[in-house]
């Protein structure tokens, strides 16, 4: 599944960093990931009939055939190889019979896991007709934020300034930033396995002060969350599916591998 809320972190802040080897390995999970959301997209593009389950089982079969393991799928047990998020449903959503309806704020959220590593990725996207202009607006942001969070990064520079990034860029445009669910990082732990949420906790809205020192062979997982109205959330009965209460969310997110002199998109869909 996705993105933990702050308080589901380890506490240790111990944090290893990831050699070339780990790379070459990750820019592997990272393509899966991204062919696997640009099928999806496109599938909302062509607005395919299909209820999530029957995508859920699509993009699990994807991932296995492509040489991946879906690194959701039993993940604290989630039973889900995507997490399906729909208008006030913010992350964590779950497959369904549901169908999608004209108007639609969609966010498809996997990892693929490929030899102990991990390509994290997430998109929004709008099933046909934008409900309103807003709706085109949050998605837009959102995106913008996420590039804004990932162009903060720099070697030297503190974990904070992500954070600070993503929320300058959103409140600009008059959206709320979801702060109790965020980022994290990837790692191997001692015994060479993979760890999906790994700390620290990547906050979206924080200080340039805050937070440990961004160092070369750091894998961040950055990931904005916007709302329309205030930001609050709580999660429903089925103990997974995170709402925000006052108005629709999107969500967008990217694995990133820090070299010593620039980022690089693990699961950039856009230079295949």
């Known amino acids: 599944m996705k993105s933990l809320s702050k308080e589901s972190f380890a ?141 903060a990064v720099k070697v030297g520079n503190r974990m904070g300034c992500i954070g600070n990034a993503i929320y300058k860029c959103a409140i600009a445009e008059g959206f709320g930033v979801v702060n109790n669910y965020g980022g994290h990082t990837i790692i191997r732990d001692n015994d060479g396995n993979e760890v999906l949420h790994a700390q620290p906790f990547i906050a979206n809205r924080d200080n340039i002060n805050n937070g440990i020192r961004i160092q070369p062979g750091m894998v961040l997982c950055i990931e904005p969350m916007l709302t329309i109205g205030e930001p609050k959330t709580r999660t429903e009965e089925d103990q997974w599916t995170v709402i925000t209460e006052n108005g629709v969310s999107c969500h967008f997110e990217h694995s990133v591998y820090v070299h010593s002199d620039h980022v690089e998109i693990i699961t950039d869909r856009e230079n295949l």
């Open 11 to 151: 506490d240790s802040l111990y944090l290893p960093l990831q050699d070339q080897e780990f790379l070459q390995n990750q820019r592997i999970a990272g393509k899966v990931a991204a062919k696997a959301l640009i099928m999806l997209e496109q599938m909302v593009i062509d607005k395919t009939d299909k209820s999530l389950i029957e995508l859920d089982i699509i993009v699990e079969q994807f991932i296995r055939d492509n040489g991946g393991i879906p690194s959701f799928k039993g993940y604290r047990g989630f039973p889900n190889s995507c997490c399906f998020s729909i208008n006030k449903q913010l992350v964590h959503g779950l497959a369904t019979d549901y169908r999608f309806q004209e108007g639609d704020m969609i966010t498809f959220d996997l990892g693929v896991t490929y030899n102990h590593t991990i390509g994290d990725s997430a998109l929004s996207v709008i099933f046909g007709e934008p409900k309103c202009e807003q709706h085109v607006r949050l998605l837009q942001t959102t995106k913008k934020a996420l590039y804004a969070g990932i162009n």
